[in-house]
């Protein structure tokens, strides 16, 4: 591990000390070689004092015993009816895999309790059909709960709901996992499934306001059929009152600590506040910036400047954030003799490019502007100039269009770079 990687850890760990995380596991996932490490992952987690709570599916598990015993279940996600055969196998299928991984959690030194904290009721009669020994959620026992985890000890929660009764219901893993993370007051609800996240007609989200997902599963249409629960459940979760909550692959070593301790993930984030955005620059942010543009300057594609040079100027500089972490930067250097504006210092940092960063910061820039008052944005370019040409609309310029002051630093500088050119239309 990298020094840097430990520091990116290390940013988070106070926001996660003693907060609770619901990691919802599919059945597929549990049998699945990488679940050891996953389950690494959890022990890492809890060795930073962050509470976890276990839930995990059993539809395939269900399936494969249903094939075995050469029975035909009558529902294998707890979202359809439920007959007396297909709660058995649920039962005896949930069991076994609530078995493997407390076994899982005590090679790991980790304390494990299988719960009755889910308290559930029948599903009932929905368009005239009986839904037999499908349940739903009436109540989670959170005092049980958060006893347990007072103690260091990892709830795993299977499958299934029982009513005061006694009586057993069949419930989807998904549906347990968002009135638990509610319920719970979680910070996070992570699914782990065998897909790499959430995809819309086949693209891949990496981020997603719960607003825009929550427009986006009341057509259904554009999901994997797989994975729309997925989808409907993390959009309730962040209505509901989590902060985030992922869908990241099981498969990937290391995968959930990468998309917890990172600010790109591995797989999809969907947020109910404010993710990113961007922000003026501050005096701590000087070394950030430096640190940003550096690679940048050694190749040749910005222009040196010392930590001096940049506090000088810092209220040019405006940061773009991701989870209160910089990830981007832009200048706007203003020449208000001239109206003209130079956008300078744009960087994004290597691991979050091909996002639309750089594109929202020359938006922004370009908007901030057109608020002083600016009749043309310039840029000085000299490898990204066909950036600024096809997707920012700049045009090629002379020096000429150069602010005096700003073309004797360029007359100066001997860089010989690109001018390019935008007039700002005036609202």
């Known amino acids: 591990m990298k020094l840097t990687d430990l520091r990116g850890i290390l940013q988070y760990v106070p926001q996660f000390r003693e907060r609770t995380f619901i990691i919802a596991v599919d059945g597929v996932i549990v049998t699945d070689e990488n679940f050891a490490n996953i389950l690494l992952d959890v022990a890492v987690l809890r060795s930073l004092n962050i509470r976890v709570v276990l839930v995990h599916g059993a539809s395939v598990q269900i399936q494969a015993l249903a094939a075995k015993q050469g029975l035909a279940a009558s529902n294998l996600d707890g979202t359809g009816v439920t007959d007396a055969v297909t709660l058995q196998l649920a039962m005896d299928a949930a069991n076994r895999l609530t078995h493997e991984i407390l076994e899982g959690l005590s090679a790991n030194d980790l304390r494990g309790a299988c719960t009755n904290a889910i308290t559930a009721h029948p599903l009932g009669i929905i368009q005239a059909v009986d839904h037999l020994f499908t349940g739903k959620v009436e109540r989670v026992d959170a005092e049980l709960l958060q006893t347990l985890l007072s103690q260091g000890i990892v709830p795993v929660v299977p499958p299934l709901g029982f009513d005061g009764d006694g009586r057993t219901y069949r419930v989807n893993s998904d549906s347990i996992a ?27 989200i990496r981020q997603i306001l719960v607003g825009d997902l929550q427009r986006l599963v009341q057509t259904a249409t554009g999901f994997p059929a797989e994975m729309l629960s997925k989808a409907q459940h993390a959009a309730a979760a962040c209505a509901g009152g989590v902060q985030r909550v992922h869908v990241i692959s099981g498969r990937e070593d290391e995968g959930l600590l990468s998309e917890v301790f990172s600010n790109e993930g591995i797989g999809t984030l969907v947020y109910a506040n404010e993710y990113e955005k961007i922000r003026p620059a501050k005096k701590k942010d000087a070394r950030a910036i430096q640190m940003l543009t550096r690679k940048a300057v050694e190749a040749g594609e910005l222009v040196r400047r010392t930590r001096a040079d940049i506090e000088r100027s810092l209220a040019d500089y405006y940061i773009f954030e991701i989870d209160k972490n910089p990830v981007a930067c832009v200048a706007l250097h203003v020449f208000p003799a001239q109206q003209k504006g130079e956008l300078a210092s744009l960087f994004v940092d290597p691991a979050h490019e091909n996002q639309g960063i750089g594109r929202k ?47 004797e630093k360029y007359d100066a500088g001997g860089r010989r770079s690109k001018i390019l050119v935008k007039k700002l239309k005036t609202t």
């Open 178 to 204: 968002v009135e638990l993370a509610e319920s719970l007051k979680a910070i996070k609800l992570i699914y782990i499934t065998a897909q790499d996240g959430l995809r819309y007609h086949g693209q891949l």
């Open 361 to 407: 910061l020359i938006q922004f820039t370009e908007t901030k502007a057109r608020e002083m008052g600016l009749t043309e944005l310039i840029t000085l370019s000299t490898q990204a100039f066909n950036y600024f040409q096809s997707k920012a609309g700049f045009g090629e310029g002379s020096v000429d269009d150069l602010p005096p002051e700003r073309r």
